[in-house]
């Protein structure tokens, strides 16, 4: 089974991530599937916009912590020049969030490395690390994108934020009826679509070179603290809590 499906069609890429058993959350297989789609998309001169999206009642819910539970702590992500912090490529083409279901975690901050952001209104985004045991770069983009209270909010407390409030925060485009996700999504990108190719994308580079982006230093003060992090008996008991549908019981140790 492919966990990631991906089509092009009249300038449009969609890639749809494709495990809704596990409500997409996010494996090995999984990510670096995304990733292959991703860099077919950057690579296709064909492909000016591309929809990220995910099959059944998620748009992707985060890394998988039932194989957390198992099989210890999280792979730690890796930045390059090509993949960002947010959890899709450094690409001058516009990307499109069509976000269905969950977006927690991983969700959240592939929705927010996208340009446009559209959300069925049954969406509901989260940066659930902490409450799960776990620092990554969801803290990025919150301080990223957001104002201070709301990434304090958002990125420390991990509670479900539904799509309406994002859109009046100005974090979502639009929110529409869930059956008229796609058909919104794909409107979007044809408005992408019936403009000159390379001025979108020499713009969009400009606009991307302005924004803040973690310097070394910060990278090794982010995995000096997850490996401290990961070593801890909370982290394994919040994943083990999340797995057996139980309250954790922390002791911050």
Known sequence: MAYVEYECTGHIATIRMNRPERLNAMSRELSAELRAAFAGFVADDDAWVAILTGTGRAFCAGRDLKAQAEGGPPPSPTYTAEWNIFGVPDTDKPLIAAVNGFAIGAGWYMAAG????????????????????????????????????????????????????????????????????????????????????????????????????????????????????????????????????????????
């Open 114 to 253: 996208c340009d446009i952001r559209v959300a069925a209104e049954s969406a509901i985004f989260g940066m659930g690390e902490i409450p799960t045991g776990v620092l990554g770069p969801y803290w990025f983009p919150g301080a990223e994108v957001l104002p201070w209270a709301l990434a304090a909010e958002f990125t420390l407390l991990g509670e479900h934020v539904p799509a309406e409030r994002l859109a009046r925060l100005g974090l979502v485009n639009e929110v529409v009826p869930d059956a008229q996700l796609m058909d919104a999504a794909r409107a979007w990108a044809q408005k992408f679509v019936a403009l000159p190719p390379l001025h979108v994308r020499r713009t969009k580079g400009l606009m991307a070179a302005m924004r803040q982006v973690p310097g070394p230093d910060m990278v090794k003060r982010e995995m000096e603290a997850r490996a401290f992090l990961n070593g801890l008996d909370d982290t394994k008991e919040a994943a083990a809590a999340f797995a057996e549908k139980r309250p954790p019981s922390f002791k911050g140790a």
